[in-house]
């Protein structure tokens, strides 16, 4: 008991660290503690019928929790996949009111809001709402939290196999990333992560990653043009390390986790010039055909024990307090998931860029893609 | 034939071009290549290993997966619903263009089979995000109806193939026989030429059905909440997390491809 | 597509006056049916190409704006100057090489095949016929997810690799990869028309021909494949168009990088979020893809093989 404790504190203590990366607007000071039920319990729905559709990333959900909460609930869940935040965007914007929980990343819940696509939940006036862990308060994309509530959050950085393949244990920076050339090399078909990645590694500060400076993604698209990996893709990759057909891989760090968890000898390597923190949220899109479900859901997802149960299957951390107290031994042992104390100051929130940034961006994305 | 035998000495050899050196060897190959990569597929459903690449031991555990996975069960559910509608539709529709086009006038019958003919050979994905386009544009929701609308029109050229080719065999005769008899138009119709016309129509919709049910591209670009088709599912599936639970949905689609394809024999067999 | 000789398509001109067709307008629902699902999207993506792209999301601000096209060739270089942009017609150069490579690779291989199916009993051939048809009933997301597993590093290919000893055996996710994707997926619709042709084949020519003492490759170069050349240009127009608009192939097996026409107009549709450029290069696809029909209907005008749609 007394370890646990131990544990939970430095835990705590490393994230305190993250909060002051990731607020950019000025936080509440709420504590919060977990499932104080407060004031609005009586106003909020607890049990409802019918359905709810909820659309998430691949891969992204447990199947089991998705059985329990219908099994306490009632409410039966429909579940449709994405692949990327545009694509999810792409179908909201289209109109498609048929969703009532969909899984944005931090960056696109404000264009979402900008956008006028989500719905105003008030999450903090939740049952649940008290529960959430300060780094996960007063965020850029929705200082209050008045329209998302925390999902999984990590970082990207890279997965090497140092046993198959033991020089990329020499990996040590971004620079290294996309300069060693190994065989079995694995990249993310993501514009921004890949982008950023090579705009950190000529030396661009991660305050300044959507700089309009063409001199910089000029540089950039320079250091990218060597960087030939063997697959682009926008998957995990999860089974490819397990199968050995990848060894090296831009990663995210809960991918990676699960990676350890079969082949013993991943490692996550936290580049020296920083890496992306990103996190994902559960927003209610405007006309959602069942706004009580939604929030039921939210609410449900948002209890300590449930929150832990999808990081113990995604492998990421999530933003609830007093989840770590039902995760798995395995993550709160494992660096990719718990950032040690010296790697605290290399996280910094994925960039948020506006649509000049974002265009250099995809010029630079793109030319590197059609040189491959 | 005796005539040729009655030669055969002057010839240096008999009946050669059955025997072009190597074609077996290549016919051969070339159905194993086209069939390997499925056989490989109906293998690996059975594997125990969770790495649909590396085989381990005989399990039935991605199965039992597949059959509990309501995701699966819904996917498939929306397949079928799509499809049938659309098998319908583009049945009917290709039916009418059919009958109808013969006797169009030259400058409305190459626009006409323009129209039929585009999404034969304008790429799939245009088609699939300019209908994305077009469907917001026009406030149609993302999901089920709209995908019915789009595979119906892309389905249409294939429910119309086995029709046309029909109709352009058909014997003279008993239309005559029938106009001498005094027998108007919707009597033919009804009496003489949809009863010929049958087993094509009915081939027309297997070919309908099957486009639809495979479609992947533009399912993927209109689907919308709750119509998650199964190829869509599928692919979200290689996306992620390669399991041989892929494997063991394909053989299933496999399966029921076969069982639709083997009853559409039957069914001919019984009406020759 | 079918290819039909022109004899036959005289005997359907007189099939049009026959008593007993109905109305033409029994056509005209399916034809406004297909006008607003087909040809509204394509007007559409003619006019959204030259609209500008929507300052945030997706979709277009309606200001009329070519820009579209000039991306298509001209890059505003990161350094403030403009050039060449060589990215999109490097991406339109591999889509052209991988399908001219598959048409070819699938002529080379649906020839012998066809001819053997055809010279086979009945009974046999339609065995055989029935073999090469049964792909086109299934999808080909799973036949191209088959594939991957067969050509992947650890799988039946790479293993026989191994054994003989090249061990660097690796063709998955590169250009290659894709390209056989692209065989595998097409071949069947480059066997089955040249096999139809050859069908038809009266076989006792070459064997006239060899009776006077053409040579083997003679009797094959002047005789069989004039023969079946109606099947050849079917057969070009079902492979090399649908492969040139194919997305999966190199999606699935070219690793995310060989990227294809397909494969960057649904990049614009997604995380680079430029409609009007992604309907850009769909009206250029559009534009090749008629020019390659108007080609391939003039061949066949030449050689007196009437090839229509349908």
Known sequence: MESKKRQRASYAAALAAVTA?????????????????????????????????????????????????????????????????????????????????VFPSDYMVKQMIELKLLQKIDVTTFPNGGGLKTTMQGVYWDPKREYSAPWMYGTTGIACNTKAEPKCANIKSWHDWFTVGLPKMDSLKDQTEVVSAALRATGVAAADLCTTDKSKYSAAADLLKGFKPAVIDSDSGIERVIAGTSNVRMAWNGSTHRMTEKVPSVEYIYPSEGLNLWADNMVVPVGAPDLDNAKIFINWMMDPKNAAAESNFTGYDNGIVGSDAFMNASMKSDPAVVVPADKMALISPTPACDQAARDLYTQVFTTWLGEQ | MSSTIAIAPKRRRLVNLRNFRGFRFISWSVLAFLYLPLLHVVIYSFN?????????????????????????????KNSLQVAFVATIFSTLFAVLAALGLVRMKRAGKTISWALIGAPLIIAEIVLAVGTLAFFIAAGIPLGKPGMMIAHTAFCIPFALLPINARLSQLEAAPFEAAADLGANEAQILRRITIPLLAPAIVAGALLAFAISIDDFITSFFIAGPGSTTLPVYIFGMIRSTVTPEVDAISTLLLLFSGIVLISSYVLNRRRR | MTVAQTEKAKTKLKIEGRPGQTSPWLASPTVIFLFAVIGIPLAITVIYSLLDRAKIGMG???????????????????????????????????SFKYSGITTIVTIVLSIPIAMWIATRAESKRNILVAAVTLPFWISILIRTYGLRQIIDDNGPIGWIMHKVGDANYHIIYTPIATVIGLIYVFLPFMILPIYASAERFDFRYAEAAYDLGAKRWTVFRRIVIPAIRPGIYAGIALVFIPALGSFLQSDMLGGGKTNMIANVIALNFGQARNWPFGCALSVFLILITLLFVWIIRKLGARTGTEVKLI
């Open chain 2, 48 to 76: 125990s290993s969770r790495i649909a690449t590396i085989w381990e031991s005989f399990s039935t555990r991605w199965y039992v997966k597949t059959l509990h996975n309501t995701d699966i069960q819904r996917a498939l």
């Open chain 1, 21 to 101: 990366l990731l607020l950019t607007a000025c936080g509440s000071s709420s504590t919060g503690a977990a499932n104080n039920g407060g004031g609005s319990a009586g106003a909020f729905p607890t049990s409802g019928t019918g359905e709810v559709h909820i659309y998430n990333w691949t891969d992204y959900i447990d199947p089991d929790q998705i059985t329990a909460f219908t099994k306490e609930t009632g409410i039966k869940v429909v579940l449709d996949t994405f692949d990327s935040n545009e694509t999810a965007l792409a179908k909201l914007q289209s109109g498609a009111t048929g969703y009532d929980v």
């Open chain 3, 60 to 94: 277009v601000v309606w200001t009329f704006n070519p820009k579209a096209y000039k991306d298509l060739f001209v890059i505003e270089n990161l350094d403030g100057t403009t050039g060449l942009d060589t990215r999109y017609l490097k991406v339109m150069w591999n």
